[in-house]
């Protein structure tokens, strides 16, 4: 080192002048490949300090790159060399941190001092990239500076995107395995980091790299903090620097905008409010961020769908389309061996008419390419039914499939749909009439229509239940425990009985907002996304023959179509630069989650397309912004726990007002167990208030693969929660979960229509206690909720374990004439099980004598 010592002494050369634009590096974030020690920081290059300096580790190829905060122009580097120089080094700019890399200067005879370098282009990241020392030691740079046309904008504060959500977190302590560090991170207000009862105490998260840090949301629990600090730093234990500081904590939300930079920031609590120790439910991190491109780089016009998507054609001959469908059945037809496998299909035909029959198996769908259901013709049926003998005649596991943008001609006949949960019927138009239960008219466990033209009758017979919304019906024929229209013409009206034998239909009227799936069509050689507008007290379709849907048509070079072999990472840069992107049929592995931070995004599943949160991650987070469309995705627990399965919003944007344009979730569908051991303690948790949640499935499996079901194998508490305020929910089925099924904490909720199972295996009454309570409410209203209304609902139990198992109370609401539930039916299935009442303590109770209860109104 004599010889690298000797240079500290000298007064190393700081250029005065140059060629084009003003400095724009210096304080700017800075990442290196290594240093050499503590004291050779990157950070020492551009901090305008002539006596301090970077310097590498002793090998080749190493760099030091600078983040400029935004894409600017850029005319001139000027590197400043300590004794350690490059012989042979590269100045690279990129719009990523990651690269792909541009060269805009490069070398082999580098002589150090200064070197100042004309360059042209433009970019975020700017790197000097080594790869041949002159000395045996690293490399080392007092100084490295760029220059461009101007200053880049300021950044602003991304107060859209949670930056600590589902990152790695520690903690000095934790009061218990139920509060761990990690709770305080998943953006769930029903977990909670908690520390022990002592002072000083802290809770840290890795952000994954430098960012600069606008603010921090401490969501408090009980017991707060009365004193602390929020800290920052580049390294895990320190040193750390403090961007806010209070001694008069009062609990609550605190919200504080800070200004400062670090990969690890800290809260440190030095006198507690309380007697206990420090809780958090929530600790949220915002950096800054300048505003991503505005539009998608373009993609292909006719993308590449995949293998899993079989486009059929008008020229096509139809034996030829018949024999491909028969080989998509035949491979999804069986309940006992494709029910939990990975294949995933979806068939679509372009506009024209075709003489085929199609039998749709499990996660597979079907769909016409034209604009408007009328555009497709199947001359033939679309048909789902009690295919297998195993099926004992029943439709009771005629799950994931689906039919979508079609003209079905009967020829005089009916078609047949005969399913359970996650099978929606959308956008079609039947000539003719339709059956939704099996030709056998064994049990079915159903179902959803939407936006869809029967011209004859629609018959449910067998079907349990049924949600029908925004169609046009010939006729209504059929009552079991629960059917439930909104928007539909042609439909019986309310008539809801109390006796068992009676008609149990509600009828809404309009539904109050509504916005009709996006949807692909094909039209002048290219595919297109169509987004339907936004509708409130919608009734009927948004379509008719012959004419165009209200709403906005998108090219596909806007479009991204994932693959399962995509990274996260590609997924997210694409959602970032301006892309909708669709999700060709397979099952995605996710190392993190899917990320929505712009407004107006769509994510359209195809087929079925399966995600699954790998490491206890959550599988899609949605910021805090309007107008995100979700369409089609089935999310599969991990074996890992996930905290929340799906997110929309933030805590700190429940008080925004979204009702213009309203983030929307439809036929998006949840599964924990049953083709792995998944777990997840919440499956949806929404914060963006006025959230349209239409046709949901959320579904702790009861069977499935050997291994993957049980009491604390699938473990879930909860399907659903809802804190943003005016939320709706609409065909909202949720089943087994081992907690309060849907907990809503919004103010100005309803649910049209709820569809729920208990679960099947509380191993016994102690094992299923909530406090002194026997059994959980399959609808939790929070105490301080002022207005709510639920229209149609049911709610059963099958304890199959111990059917000695009680529910006390199936609904939990606060004693409020605004908070009003209608039309609730339980059911004891067999009489294997025992529920108490229907709400609060009121109402009958189902049994193994009583086995269907109803009840019209409460309160």
């Known amino acids: 080192m004599a010889m690298l010592l000797s240079y500290a002494t000298v007064t190393p050369l700081v250029p005065t002048a140059h060629a084009a634009g003003p400095l724009i590096s210096q304080g700017k974030p ?41 894409t600017v122009a850029i005319d001139q580097v000027v590197l400043n060399w300590e004794g350690a120089y490059a012989r042979a080094y590269q100045i690279q700019i990129s719009t990523s941190a990651t690269g792909p890399w541009t060269n805009v200067y490069s070398t082999t005879t580098g002589d150090g001092g200064v070197d100042t370098l004309a360059v042209a282009g433009s970019g975020r990241y700017v790197r000097m990239n080594g790869t041949q020392r002159a000395t045996g030691y690293g490399y080392s740079l007092w100084e490295f500076q760029v220059f461009g046309a101007g200053d880049p904008p300021p950044p602003t504060c991304n107060t859209a995107v949670n930056a600590a959500l589902n990152k790695p977190s520690s903690a000095s302590s934790t009061e218990n395995g139920g509060t761990p560090a990690a709770s305080a991170f998943d953006a769930s207000t029903t977990t909670r980091w908690a520390s022990a009862p002592s002072d000083p105490q802290w809770v840290q998260v890795d952000l994954g790299s430098t960012q600069s840090i606008c603010r921090v949301v401490l969501s408090w629990e009980a017991a707060y903090g009365r004193s602390y600090q929020v800290q920052s730093s580049d390294s895990p234990t320190g040193p750390w620097t403090n961007l806010f500081t209070t001694t008069t904590g009062d609990g609550g939300v605190d919200t504080l905008t800070v200004t400062g930079s670090g990969r690890y920031v800290r809260m440190t609590g030095t006198v507690r409010g309380t007697g206990y120790g420090y809780s958090l439910w929530d600790f949220q991190v915002n950096v800054g961020g300048t505003a991503p491109p505005t539009t998608c780089a373009s993609q292909p016009t006719v993308p590449n769908f995949g293998p899993n998507v079989r486009i059929f054609e008008d020229s096509t001959p139809d034996a030829t389309i018949q024999t491909s469908l028969n080989e998509v059945f035949e491979a999804q037809k069986s309940t006992q061996a494709h029910q939990f496998h990975d294949r995933r299909d979806a068939l679509l035909f372009k506009p024209g008419s075709y003489d085929v029959y199609a039998n749709i198996g499990f996660n597979t769908s079907i769909q016409g390419l034209a604009q408007n259901p009328d555009g497709v013709t199947i001359n033939g049926a679309v048909t789902v039914d009690a295919f297998n003998a195993s099926d004992a005649g029943n439709a009771t596991q005629n799950f994931w499939r689906s039919a979508e943008n079609l003209t079905i001609n009967t020829n005089g006949g009916r078609n047949r749909w005969g399913v359970s949960q996650a099978a929606p019927f959308r956008r079609m138009n039947v000539n003719g009439g339709l059956d939704l239960f099996p030709a056998s008219y064994g049990w079915s466990s159903g179902g959803y229509i939407s936006d869809t033209r029967v011209t004859g009758s629609v018959e449910s017979a067998s079907q349990q239940q049924w949600y029908s919304q925004n169609s046009t019906f010939g006729s209504w024929s059929g009552s079991n425990w629960n059917m439930v229209f909104s928007g539909v013409n042609g439909a019986p009206a309310t008539n809801f009985s109390t006796a068992p034998s009676g008609v149990h239909h509600t009828n809404v009227g309009t539904t109050p907002a509504a916005r009709d799936v996006p949807y692909i069509y094909f039209a002048n050689n290219e595919y297109r996304l169509f987004l339907p507008s936004l509708r409130t007290n919608a009734s009927g379709p948004s379509w008719a023959v012959g004419a165009p849907t209200a709403g906005t048509s998108v090219s596909f070079a806007q479009v991204f179509v994932a693959r399962p072999s995509d990274s996260v990472a590609t997924i997210n840069e694409r959602i970032a630069g301006g892309c909708h ?279």
Request: aromatic share 10%; no cysteine.
């Open 30 to 70: 800075v990442t290196a490949s290594s240093v050499e020690n503590a004291g050779t920081a990157a950070a020492n290059a551009v901090d305008g300090n002539a006596g301090t300096r970077w310097s590498s580790a002793f090998s080749d190829p190493q760099w030091i790159q600078v983040d400029l905060g935004a």
């Open 581 to 859: 992107v669709v999700f060709s049929p397979g099952v995605y592995n996710l190392a993190a989650p899917i990320v929505v931070n712009r407004p107006d995004t769509v994510l359209l599943g195809m087929g079925y397309a399966t995600l699954v949160p790998q490491g206890g991650v959550t599988a899609i987070s949605i910021g805090d912004v309007d107008g995100v469309r979700v369409k089609g995705m089935f999310i599969d627990a991990g074996t890992t726990n996930s905290s929340s399965l799906m997110t929309v919003g933030t805590t700190a944007g429940i008080g925004t007002n979204r009702a213009a344009n309203p983030v929307t979730v439809q036929d998006v569908f949840f599964r924990i167990g049953g083709r792995v051991a998944g777990k997840a303690t919440n499956s949806l948790v929404v914060n963006s208030s006025n959230t349209i949640v239409d046709h949901t499935w959320m579904w702790r499996g009861d069977h499935g693969n050997a291994g993957t079901i049980g009491w604390t194998i699938n473990t879930a508490d909860t399907g659903l929660v809802v804190n943003g305020n005016n939320v709706l929910a609409t065909g909202l089925f949720v089943e087994h979960y081992q907690k309060n099924e849907v907990i809503w904490n919004g103010q100005g909720g309803r649910i049209i229509f709820f569809q729920n199972e208990k679960p099947y295996d509380p191993p016994n009454q102690a094992a299923w206690m909530n406090g002194s309570t026997q059994g959980y409410p399959s609808i939790k209203v929070a105490n301080n909720v002022t207005s709510f209304l639920a229209q149609g609902l049911g709610s059963y139990v099958f304890f199959q374990a111990d059917p000695s198992v009680n529910v006390f109370s199936t609904f939990e609401a606060p004693v409020n004439p605004n908070v009003r539930f209608q039309n609730m039916a339980i059911v004891s299935l067999g009489g294997v099980g025992n529920m108490s009442h229907v709400i609060n303590g009121t109402g009958p109770g189902v049994n193994s004598g009583t086995n269907n209860a109803y009840m019209l109104s409460y309160p």
